[in-house]
Antibody
Framework: QVLLQESGPGLVKPSETLSLTCTVS????????WSWVRQPPGMGLEWIGY???????NYNPSLKSRVTISVATSKNQFSLKLTSVTAADTALYYC??????????????WGQGTLVTVSA | EIVLTQSPATLSLSPGERATLSCRAS??????LTWYQQKVGQPPRLLIY???KRATGIPARFSGSGSETDFTLTISSLEPEDFAIYYC????????????FGQGTRLEIK
């Protein structure tokens, strides 16, 4: 059973950088695409971007200028950095795995999510 | 980007009834439409991928159909545990993407 666990600060000050890590257990990070998805309280889902195990990335154009996603295969982890945060970045942040046999990049495993609040 | 519009926003039905949820894309999403179920306090759960393929462990009462811009999730006979929020998702067009989600349909007990 593949498990994903997000970790990182739950409170970030405006204009600072949000940093989260997703640790994958029960399976290898190799040969998969891995994404970050966020959900503001009471609202819908927004894809942030993905990283392939090789290190290649693709980001949501709406966030691209502020986002970096990286992978550490030796640790079975991948990470998110979001710079210059504002209150609009307050959300539940999920890490998720893309299903390998889905042409639609479906997400088959998700972490439980971590709430990040942007506030002074 | 491809905008996904789900309807209705809220669907009120009783257990045993048939539920039909719609997801319309602003441009062709080919056959790469995905459906998720989300309950309060939980991450989304994969139900249907590539328009009509049921994910592992998903009951046969869930089915997906459609193509290009119009897609449907059908729950043939609602069980009490099916009342939740449902999201559709598409992958976007290579290489620019982005992956986008619909705004969700809340399926509530009547």
């Amino acid at each position: 059973q593949v498990l994903l666990q997000e970790s990182g600060p739950g409170l970030v000050k405006p204009s600072e950088t949000l940093s989260l890590t997703c640790t994958v257990s029960g399976g290898s990070i190799n040969s998969f695409y891995w994404s970050w998805v966020r959900q503001p309280p009471g609202m819908g889902l927004e894809w942030i971007g993905y990283v392939y195990y090789s290190g290649s990335t693709n980001y949501n154009p709406s966030l691209k200028s502020r986002v970096t996603i990286s992978v550490a295969t030796s640790k079975n982890q991948f990470s998110l950095k979001l710079t210059s945060v504002t209150a609009a970045d307050t959300a539940l942040y999920y890490c998720a795995r893309h299903k390998s046999d889905s042409s639609g990049y479906a997400f088959d495993y998700w972490g439980q999510g971590t709430l990040v609040t942007v506030s002074a | 980007e491809i905008v996904l519009t789900q309807s209705p926003a809220t669907l009120s039905l009783s257990p045993g009834e048939r539920a039909t949820l719609s997801c319309r894309a602003s441009q062709s999403a080919s056959n790469y439409l995905t459906w998720y179920q989300q309950k309060v306090g939980q991450p989304p759960r994969l139900l249907i991928y590539d328009t009509s393929k049921r994910a592992t462990g998903i009951p046969a009462r869930f089915s997906g159909s459609g193509s290009e811009t119009d897609f449907t999730l059908t729950i043939s006979s609602l069980e009490p545990e099916d009342f939740a929020i449902y999201y559709c998702q598409q992958r976007g067009k290579w290489p620019l993407f982005p992956i986008t989600f619909g705004q969700g349909t809340r399926l509530e007990i009547k």
